[in-house]
Structure formats: structure tokens, C-alpha cells
């Protein structure tokens, strides 16, 4: 069925938004084979950061899991133009590299990312289990709490 995924975000009530422009001399993804690499994203609507701050510090853990949620939108909305407007042409994520910007006693990074890989599988199902990595990060660019990086299979 044509537009499921669209469906599905539109049920939990999330819209993609447009992506991300590359802030420097990168594109916002990459296609080898069957494989998409996405370029990290960060927590974004339009161009606004709603938070920015070190988790735990500045930054509460569920506002950081908020913002792994929607950094996980930003990853589906270069998908989207990887897959040509069809996110029905995801067979799988396969990947999820996240930072987390964070003191150096701030130990719940994988927490932090659940927000993204959470909404991952409750769009996308067992489509959306995937590998992943969670560390900390001393700092990110424009203070963002997290930052994102994928790799999706797509047919």
C-alpha cells in the first residue's frame, strides 16, 4: 500500500519536515548500492533549535529524548528524499550512530536515544530495529543536546 509510512506518521501526528540543508562542504546523504547513509542531523524544526544544552546539565533527559525524537523526523525527511518522496522503499534501518552532548559524569546516553529509536520502530516496526551507537559528546555544533547520524537499506 502506497503511503503507509506517510500514513503511519500522520496517525502519531508528526509531519516531516523539509531537510536539512548541508552546513558545509557534505551532502545530506549518500547512496551506495541498496544502502543510504544520512549525514548527522540535529534537532531542528525549520530553523529553529527549540533546545540546545548539555543533557543532564541545561537539558533534562526526557527534553533530550524529545530531541533524539525529533532529530529521528529530520533522519526521515533526508530518507525521504533519498527514497524519492517514498518512504515505503525503506526495507530497513539498519543503523543509528547517536551523540550526546553531555558533562563528563553524565552516563545515560543510550536513554537519551531511545527518543529516536523508540519513534523509529513505532513508524516504521521492525523496519525500524536497528544497530545502533550511543556515546557522549564534549560539545556539538550550535550547542545541540544530540546528533544523528544513519545508515537504511532501501529497495
Known sequence: MAGRIKARLAELGHELPQPMAPAGTYVGWTRAGNLVHIAGQGPVRG?????????????????????????????????????????DRIVRWVKLFGLVNCGPDFTEHPEVINGASDLLVEVFGDAG???????????????????????????
Open 129 to 155: 530495529r536497528h544497530a545502533r551507537s550511543a556515546i557522549g559528546a564534549s560539545d556539538l555544533p550550535m550547542s545541540i543536546p544530540v546528533e544523528l547520524d544513519a545508515v537504511i537499506e532501501v529497495r
Open 47 to 87: 530553523t529553529v533549535i527549540p533546545v540546545q544544552g548539555k543533557v543532564g546539565q541545561t537539558v533534562s533527559l526526557d527534553a533530550g529524548r524529545e530531541a533524539a525524537a525529533l532529530t529521528a523526523l529530520n533522519l526521515m525527511a533526508q530518507a525521504q528524499e533519498a527514497c524519492d518522496g517514498d518512504l
